[in-house]
């Protein structure tokens, strides 16, 4: 099997200052990967470099088996930052209008056609925003514009799903929500990348754990992960692992 993502021996450095350090790891197909380390720890920076938003200094990062600087099928790609639940909602747009960008790659030059209105309309039925389809997406509640940041990626048909910090603001009831629907989505096929800083969460959630603070101390299943001493390692005294009632 084909990885989803590869990355093999990967540093990057923000001037004299190391983020990442000769990290290896990989993510198959229908991985749940949650992403964890303390503040500052070079985990949004994996990210971009997993996705092409940054180059390694050293090393090498594949997407779908390809030179991640050669990869040019953006729409399997997915991305919520940090900041899909704030502010966000200049641009005046509806939730459709926004959903319906995500088609945008397939249609080239062409008009959208009906299966491209379709897959919109069901994107934003997956996630639960459909009788928000004619709201501007800056009056909507953080937890409904990360929804549908997300209808945009399933619109465009997205394989991998990466979120950084996809809940912050957002009320627990619609973080309980969230995350039910990334099990679903998981469920249905799509490789989830989740960044994440409640670690409780992740533990639940995620099928594989990633644990990093500028080089990666545990790369594996979560029973590996809980019983190793990654979370110590890297977070020094003050981690602890908290399970959630969801």
Not at 89 to 104: A, D, K, L, N, Y
């Amino acid at each position: 099997m084909t990885d989803v993502v590869s990355v093999k021996d990967v540093t990057f450095a923000y001037g004299e200052t190391p983020a990442v350090s000769d990290v290896t790891l990989s993510i198959e197909e229908g991985d749940f990967l949650g992403l964890i380390g303390p503040n500052g720890s070079g985990k949004t920076t994996l990210l971009h470099l997993m996705l092409g938003l940054l180059a390694p200094d050293s090393g090498r990062v594949e997407l779908f088996g390809e030179p991640v600087d050669e990869f040019t099928d953006g729409e399997r790609i997915g991305y919520v930052s940090q900041k899909a639940t704030s502010g966000g909602g200049g641009m005046p747009v509806t939730v459709r209008e926004s959903v319906t960008m995500g088609r945008f790659a397939h249609a080239g030059h062409s008009r959208l056609d009906e299966d491209d209105r379709a897959a919109v309309s069901e994107a934003m039925e997956t996630v639960g925003i459909s009788g928000l389809a004619d709201r501007r997406i800056g009056r909507l509640s953080g937890g409904q514009r990360q929804r549908a940041y997300i209808a945009r990626a399933l619109a465009s048909e997205a394989d991998l799903l990466a979120l950084d910090e996809p809940t912050v603001g957002v009320d627990a009831e619609s973080r309980d929500a969230f995350y039910a629907l990334l099990d679903s989505l998981n469920e249905s096929g799509i490789t989830i990348v989740l960044i994440e800083h409640d670690i409780g969460v992740v533990t639940d959630r995620a099928d594989r754990i990633a644990c990093i603070n500028t080089e990666l101390f545990h790369h594996g299943d979560v029973d590996s992960f809980v019983e190793s001493d990654a979370l110590a390692e890297a977070y020094g005294a003050t981690g602890q692992v908290v399970h959630h009632d969801h």
